[in-house]
T-cell receptor, first 113, second 112 residues
């Protein structure tokens, strides 16, 4: 079936670097995408979202880019901090009105001081 | 607000046993859902509810039952536990108009 995937399972960066986490999606009908952060032993936490009619959206230190041509989603974290170390998931709504999200497998971000 | 709470945090069951995972939220959210998370896989939707008295199946509903008698509570029942149900279970809630889901801390279930 349709699924959301990630290019890199683990990303290691130095504190202060910018991080880019990538996600590929396969369903061109998906109209909404979300990034979640999950720290060890905790539930996922909403970071930022983007609708399919947008190419870019910015939050605090985070930017999500959507390239519908190649069905690619990315999360950019500026000035990465040790507290950013976590697993990051992308998720897509297959045009179900937010009823059913499909999650990717996750990328682990490791930030060293 | 306590947000989304789940009990228990950990549970070990023997094959064939039944149990209920509890989930409660105090944000008056209409939408609630249950996910399971397995190593190397993304969260998968088990069941969801858009309001009291209304439930529907997600991606992996087999072996699980839900009911929604109140806005606050959304329990997940394992009818006859199997080792394949060993997983971490997350409950989440949001408003029906919103998209930001709030997740509970999870229940780690082991079935032997």
């Amino acid at each position: 079936g349709e699924s959301v995937g990630l290019h890199l399972p683990t990303l290691s960066v130095q504190e202060g670097d910018n991080s880019i986490i990538n996600c590929a999606y396969s369903n061109s009908a998906s109209d909404y995408f979300i990034w979640y952060k999950q720290e060890s032993g905790k539930g996922p936490q909403f970071i930022i979202d983007i609708r399919s009619n947008m190419d870019k959206r910015q939050g605090q230190r985070v930017t999500v880019l959507l390239n519908k041509t190649v069905k690619h989603l990315s999360l950019q974290i500026a000035a990465t901090q040790p507290g950013d170390s976590a697993v990051y998931f992308c998720a897509e709504d297959l045009n179900t009105g937010f009823q059913k999200l499909v999650f990717g497998t996750g990328t682990r971000l490791l930030v060293s001081p | 607000n306590a947000g989304v709470t789940q009990t228990p945090k950990f549970q070990v069951l023997k094959t064939g046993q039944s149990m209920t995972l509890q989930c409660a939220q105090d944000m008056n959210h209409e939408y609630m859902s249950w996910y399971r998370q397995d190593p190397g896989m993304g969260l998968r939707l088990i069941h969801y509810s858009v309001g009291a008295g209304i439930t529907d199946q997600g991606e992996v509903p087999n072996g699980y039952n839900v009911s929604r008698s109140t806005t606050e509570d959304f329990p997940l029942r394992l009818l006859s536990a199997a080792p394949s149900q060993t997983s971490v279970y997350f409950c989440a809630s949001r408003t029906t108009q919103g998209y930001e889901q709030y997740f509970g801390p999870g229940t780690r279930l082991t079935v032997t």
